[in-house]
Nanobody, 127 residues
Framework: QVQLVESGGGLVQPGGSLTLSCKAS????????MGWYRQAPGKKRELVAA???????NYADSVKGRFTISRDNARKTVFLQMNNLKVEDTAVYYC?????????????????????WGQGTQVTVSS
């Protein structure tokens, strides 16, 4: 069984920062691509950022320059550093991961390519 557990969400004022973590557990060596998605009430789940096994990444246009995705393969953990948060960043943030070999450069933006999901962590940006 593979499990992903997110942490680090919370309430923050506009312009503030948060760091999300996603710790993976289970009987596997390492994940291929990993990603962060978010879903606001009444909206579809959307990509925030994705990172390949080799450290290449994709970002949603709305978070470029503000968010940074990174991974620690030894700790089976992926991070999302979020700076200069805006009210529109409010959502439940989900960690996603895939075990299927995809090479060191591939970081999918398609949520259907991820087989494993965390339970989500709420991020609320409000004054």
């Amino acid at each position: 069984q593979v499990q992903l557990v997110e942490s680090g969400g919370g309430l923050v004022q506009p312009g503030g920062s948060l760091t999300l973590s996603c710790k993976a557990s289970g009987r596997f060596f390492s994940f291929e691509q990993m990603g962060w998605y978010r879903q606001a009430p009444g909206k579809k789940r959307e990509l925030v950022a994705a990172i390949s096994s080799g450290g290449f990444f994709n970002y949603a246009d709305s978070v470029k320059g503000r968010f940074t995705i990174s991974r620690d393969n030894a700790r089976k953990t992926v991070f999302l550093q979020m700076n200069n948060l805006k009210v529109e960043d409010t959502a439940v943030y989900y960690c996603a991961a895939d075990l299927t070999y995809s090479g060191p450069y591939y970081a999918s933006t398609d949520l259907h390519e991820y087989d494993y999901w965390g339970q989500g962590t709420q991020v609320t940006v409000s004054s």
